[in-house]
Each structure stands twice: as structure tokens, then as C-alpha cells.
């Protein structure tokens, strides 16, 4: 995990977090890990924050005592669209989490986490804020041993080409793009089908369960295109650790 | 009106009081089934149709104001006290109900305390020792004890996570919380609760048939995913490495069948038909839980009108059997294909 720290040279991190005991165990963490910390307990003082330190990414509570948390991620969409913002969640809670990610948060990390989690969802987020691309020159996305051809619109699985159709290979295309980060349904079905379906997410279902036939060994024991009950899916790439 | 009916029918066959008799049955139908307005309003319309209808002169309003009053007031006391009546049963067998419930939460409150006593002061109790420990003898520990101090800290903070998820859970279930449907592939479902297992199932083999064609169902995936996640927790807990864990789904009309079974020891015997009550546990080796998973389970299908039972195999192992209502007729999903929506 050090290795991969030190290819993201000190990252500064702004924690917005009330519970004292929290920020402790993760200022100590990811000082370990070698990020730069600033902390703040409430809204107000989180976008104070965000504006004097201009910080490379935000990890952000949901439940702060000013205000919803979800208003840092409002106010700091308004003015910048890529600064990557990760929530903190209690699970049970899909409601809140899909307002946060909808309203523009990255990604989230159920509490309690485990630190390897955290450490990996942050290491995404902060490379998709200096947007790296991960398809070779040839426009092939490797995922384990699948090779998906964005330009032919095919998959390549267990030595066989299936060609994508148009909205399977949309669907695709999106995933790939948040590569090991969560899309929620409505993100997905305005990808593929428009603004105007945003409500029919049946239909993205078995979208997906068409793909996980084409990707994955086991459909019913997906590696790859995993799903998160209530809110949508994430790609895996394996990667990320 | 059906009284009416009946009574011009039989008119010339029996007496008028006999008949008049028919119209009290009548207003005593809607005193106990439909309450008071409808009891009083049945008396008068009863009364005059009777009295129009049944009394010669046939189809005449002329009739003799006396016995209709009377007849009429007779009715209306019929309908007064038989409604009064049933609210006042109405009223105690309520009170009869709230105290029920009353006793139930408080049973419920009871065993949840001892529940939590126990099983959150089990894990927390070792987190404290451990971490007390490392505090104050982490000079004189080597390295492989603070390593083993710091992983059953993990492991109980983990335990303990699962502990007040369950309880959570199921106060959530019992408060009547929402339940959100929708239309799901069954195979998505199962799929998401079982990627949670990767590393807990610890090899132990996993085959999961599901026709590719299964209906939609709906339900709430968020709650029926529990239902899966529970189910194969359980297996992980009471089942040895390397024991291999089977589900299955099928349709018969209108119902979805799975069937999730391993090849481990199965329920201990007799105890099949209490697993799904809350706080009850079967034989526990030792393993920790507050015995709510399976009552979860159950809560979660009731929820969806469905069912769910528990049975040990013949040749061992045990067997979960989950029927499903699809839920109504799935959506269309022609407009899937590509043509209309490129």
C-alpha cells in the first residue's frame, strides 16, 4: 500500500467529520499512507476550508451537526466539477447516499470500514481527479482476463468475441469511465437511454444481467460488474488495491 | 334491496310478520357488518319497501300509519342496539389486542436486553481487553501478541457490527418500515449478496442455478438481498470448509421457488419450526449471534407474501425453501429491443 501511496504524491485531503475519534483514526491512517490532512467538523467550517486550502480531494460525512452533508457537495459542485468527494455512510441509508452521488459525490464507504476499503476508494477518486485513463492506445479495456474493444464494441471472454449491442456497450462505456467507482441507476439510464427514462430501471436491470453474461464466468457470482442494492453498480476492475 | 327481493318472493307463501323478519335479518347484517349509519338507513329504506312490496294492498303506499311507525321504530331500535353492541365488542377486543401487543414488545424488549447484554458485551468486552492490554503492555509484548491482539480486535469489532445490524435490522422490520418494489432478475439479487462472501467463504464451492428466462419478480431488493445475505452467513458459520452450497429457482404459476441448501450438518433435530422465531438458537458451537437472522428472514418474506421454511435433508444437510409471488404481471419488455430505442 506504501508503493502505492508514494505514486500519488501527497495528496491533500480535507476531512469533514464531527465524531473527534473518527478524524483521529484517520488522520493517523492516511498520514501513514503519506496524504496531507485538514479537518473540519461542520459545514461551515468544511467550506471554509474548501475555499482557503483548495484541497485535492474531500472525504465527507453525511450526518454533520450544522447542516446535511450534502450541502458541502451542492456548494462545492457549483464551482468545480471534478474535485473528487467521498462519503462516509451508515448503510441502510440508500436513500441519503443516492441524493449524495446524484448531487455529484464520487463514491462512498459504508460505516464501519475496514481501512483497506477507505484506502482503495480514495486512491480511486483521486485518480479519476486527474482523470488517467486506463485503455491502451488500441482502445482495449483489459478487466481480468476479458478484454472489452471500445472501438469494435466487443468482448473478448475465454477466447471468444461477442459483439456489444448499442445500449449494452453505452451501459459499458459509462461503467468503464467510473472504473471501480459506484454509478447510480439514474446516471446510468440517462447514459444509455436519455433524460427522459430516468424512472424505468427494470430495464437497465436486465441490461445488466445481458452484459454479466457476456463479462463474466458465473453470472450469478459476478467478479466484475457488481451491484449495489438500492443504488446501482460498480465495475470492478481488480485493480484498485 | 336483496331482502326486498327475497320477500316478494315468498309473500304469498308466508305471513307478513314472517317476512318482516327477513328485513330485520337485513338490518342486522349492516348493525354488525357496516356500522351505525348504515344500520339506521337500512331500517327506514328496509321498512318502506317492506311496506310498499310485501303488504296488501300490493305496490301502494296506502297503508295504515300505525304499524308502519311502529314497525318502523322497532327497526330502528334493532339497528340502534345491535350497533351499539358491536362497538362495545368492538372496543374490548381492541383493548384486548393493544395489551397483547403491549405484552409482546415487552417480552421482545426483554429478550432483546438479555440478547444485547450478551452479545454486545461479549465482543466489546474483548476489544476493551485487547486494547487495554496494548496500552499498558506493549513493552512487554512481542511482536506476534500485539499482531494477535490487534486482529481479534478486528475481528470482534466485525462480530459486533453484525450483532447491531441484525438488531437494527429487525427493530426496522417490526416498526413497519416500507417496503420499496420494484421489478428484479432474481440472478442480480442473489448475485450482489453473494459477492459479499468472497473471502468468508473460504472455499467452500457455491452453484447457483437460475433458469436464464425466470420471470422478473417484485420485490425490494435492498430487504430480499438481506434474506440472501443471511441465509449464506448462516452456512458460513455452521458449515466446515470446503462444504458446498447449492441455490436454486424455478416458477410454478404465479410463485417463484428457491431453494438454498448445503451439504452440512443440517438444524439440529425438532428445532426446525422454532429457527425462525427472534432470539432463538439452535445448537451454537460456540458461535456467537443474537439468533435474529432467520427471524429477519422471515419478517423480510411475510413482507413480500411469501413463505419460508426450514428443513433438515435426509442425507444431512439443511434445506431453505422461499416461495415467492411474482407480484403481479412483470413489465413488458419489448421495448427493450435496440430498434425502437436507437
Redesign the interface.
Known sequence: MTSQATTEPRAEILLIEDDAEIRRVLRTTLGAECYRMREAASVAEGLQQVHARQPDLIVLDLGLPDADGIEVIHAVRRWNRNLPILVLSV??H?RDKILALDAGADDFVNK?F?VGELLARLRVAIRRGTSVHRENAEGIFHLGDVAIDLSKRCVIANGQETHL???EFKLLQALIRHADQVVTHGQLLNEA?GPNHTEQ???L?????QL??KLET?????RYL?????IGYRLVTGQSD | MLCTLVAVALRSKIELTSLAMIYIFGVLVASVRYGRTAAVLNAVLGVTAFFYFCVPVHDSFVMEDSSYLMTLSAMLAVALVITGLVDRVRAQSNKVRDAELRITSESMKNSLLSAVSHDIKTPLAAIYGAATSLLEEEDRLDRAQVRGLIGGI?AE?ERL?RVV?NI??MT?LESGMEVRK????L??????A??RFESALNGRP?T?H?P?DLS?VCVD??LL?QVFVNLVDNFVKYTDAGTPLR?DASRTGETISIIVQDKGQGFPSGSEDRLFEKFFRGQTGGIRGAGLGLAICRAIVNAHHGTIKARTMPEGGALLSIELPIGGSP?D?T??T?GS??
Request: proline letters at 9%; a negative charge.
Open positions: 448503510r441502510a440508500e464501519p475496514a449491442t448499442r445500449i437511454w430501471t427494470h430495464y436491470r436486465v441490461y445488466m444481467v454479466r453474461r458465473d453470472p450469478a457470482r459476478p457488481r451491484t449495489e442494492p438500492g | 478486528a469489532a457490527n445490524t437494527l435490522e426496522r420494484d421489478w428484479y432478475p440472478e442480480e439479487i442473489v448475485g450482489a453473494l459477492s457455491v447457483v437460475i436464464s422478473l431488493d435492498v438481498e441455490i413489465p419488455l421495448e427493450l435496440e430505442t436507437a
